[in-house]
């Protein structure tokens, strides 16, 4: 296996790989952990690795026997990006363009890509299958999860791409088909290190690091040297499949001329329900102003109620009278969502 990486990552500590596995393993050893971890071999098998080992022009011709004729959203940029999607200087705009494709037409431009000293920055990212190329779907067993466990399966190919360092909220299943990746990982805690970019405008939904993980400015981000101590790299070929949890901090480097990946995401609860990115955000507008003290008091209350195992005792009320304290029905969901939208329209 190819391990070649920058010099900027080479002290940097390999994430721990494992053989494939099954799902009770999987369960019982990883999703424990709470920790990134390797799966060697684990998608091997499937029809579109076998195509990506042999190619572009295989898997090129792998998908477009797949794909229907609905189009894909996919980012394109001049050579000068060098596959690097951000924010412009003054942060008002990006440094790319949004356009519509089919499959057929995304492989098109990048077997022509390959042909050019300098090409375009291609990307088309969270390519959703089941709309997308539902065909496909039968020949991308996951057998780690259950077979009813509400997923989110994507395709993600382009050219030479190198996505700025981001969480998610779900569990997540990368596997590459296609191509080598190179995911640097850094725990939620790091978040201070990372020089995050706005909240509120974002490239494709999350917040994102400023810093170029490849090759860091340490005079405009020496917090960064904090947070390579801290990291873990993991580097994939085709067939491997790498488990990151949820809010794990990922930077994700595809180096080769067409590189691709199916992504599996889950969630432990309903993730059509308000998320926990709305909380901070109207905790921008209730708590951030608040003078020290009064944060730290508040601090200590959202410990109390939400952080600590303690706001799971609550034998000291009857059942009948704990409100929003209880387990919420969708009925009182629905009535404490309809209470907080009256109050954020009338405090204005």
């Not at 924010?87 to 705009?93: I, L």
Request: aromatic share 8%; net charge negative; charged share 25%.
């Amino acid at each position: 296996m190819t391990d070649e990486v920058g010099k900027v990552w080479a002290d940097v500590r390999r994430t721990a790989a494992r053989s494939a596995i099954d799902r009770e393993a999987f369960e019982r050893d990883i999703l424990t952990a709470h920790r990134p971890v390797i799966l060697r071999g684990q998608v091997e098998a499937w029809p579109m690795v076998t195509a990506g080992r042999q190619g572009p022009e295989a898997l090129s011709a792998y998908l477009r026997a797949h794909a229907s004729d609905r189009p894909a959203e996919i980012w394109a940029g001049g050579p000068d990006l060098d596959g690097r999607f951000r924010y412009t200087q003054d942060f008002r705009g990006l440094n790319f363009e949004r356009r519509l494709a089919t499959i057929p037409q995304i492989c098109e431009l990048l077997l022509r890509c390959m042909a050019e000293a300098a090409p375009l920055s291609l990307y088309a990212g969270a390519v959703h299958l089941p709309d997308i190329m539902p065909a496909v779907l039968p020949q991308l067993p996951m057998p780690l999860l259950d077979a009813a466990q509400d997923r989110l399966t994507s395709l993600w190919i382009g050219n030479r791409s190198r996505t700025a360092a981001h969480y998610d909220r779900p569990h997540n299943l990368a596997c590459v088909v296609s191509g080598q990746r190179q995911f640097l990982m850094f725990p939620t805690g790091e978040i201070g290190n990372l020089y995050i970019g706005p909240l509120d405008f974002t490239i494709a939904g999350q917040a994102i690091s400023l810093v170029d993980c490849e090759a860091p400015d340490f005079e405009r981000h020496p917090k960064f040297r904090k947070a390579l101590e801290a990291a873990e790299l993991a580097v994939l070929e085709p067939g491997d499949a790498l488990y990151i949890p949820p809010l794990w901090w990922h930077y994700v480097a595809s180096p080769g001329p067409m590189g691709a990946q199916v992504n599996f995401w889950w969630s432990d609860e309903d993730a059509s329900r308000l998320g926990p990115t709305d909380t901070l955000l109207h905790a921008m507008l209730t708590l951030r102003g608040l003078p020290k003290a009064e944060r730290a008091g508040w601090r200590e209350i959202f410990d109390y109620y939400i952080f600590d195992s303690h706001a799971h005792d609550m034998s000291h009320i009857p059942a009948s009278g704990l409100g929003v304290l209880g387990a919420l029905s969708e009925a009182e969901r629905a009535k404490l969502r309809d209470y907080l939208a009256d109050q954020l329209r009338r405090k204005t």
